[in-house]
């Protein structure tokens, strides 16, 4: 079983920063066997994978739109997940997740089903 718990999300103008954190409980399998992504979901918008870290190596991988401003990081002795945002954009409002994989992340980390955990969700706002 795993739990998870977002926060860190907030209203800043464009070209602000935040940083999100999710705290993450397991039991069983311990939280580095885990491939780790963030998701959001904009209004009216399909859900859509932000970033992923593999569960020992932490290999990241990022959809196209954030490569360059967001990084995902983990502490795999702390539990915990996180999602450092930088320059941000209108278009980056939405409300984000975090969703946790038991395994290695592959090629389809953004595929939403394949992800059997996730957080309450964080919502963040970008003004202009």
């Known amino acids: 079983q795993v739990q998870l718990v977002e926060s860190g999300g907030g209203s800043v103008q464009a070209g602000g920063s935040l940083k999100l954190s999710c705290e993450v409980t397991?039991?069983?399998?311990?939280?580095?066997?885990?491939?780790m992504t963030w998701f959001r979901q904009a209004p009216g918008k399909e859900r859509e994978g932000v970033a992923t870290?593999?569960?020992?190596?932490?290999?990241?991988d990022y959809v196209d739109s954030v490569k360059g401003r967001f990084t995902i990081s983990r502490d795999n002795d702390k539990n915990m997940l996180y999602l450092q945002m930088n320059s941000l954009k209108p278009e980056d409002t939405a409300i984000y997740y975090c969703?946790?994989?038991?395994?290695?992340?592959?090629?389809?980390?953004?595929?939403?089903?394949?992800?059997?955990?996730w957080g309450q969700g964080t919502q963040v706002t970008v003004s202009s």
């Open positions: 969703a946790a994989y038991l395994g290695a992340c592959g090629d389809n980390w953004q595929r939403g089903p394949n992800y059997r955990y």
């Open positions: 870290i593999s569960p020992r190596r932490g290999s990241t």
């Open positions: 397991v039991s069983g399998y311990i939280y580095s066997s885990y491939c």
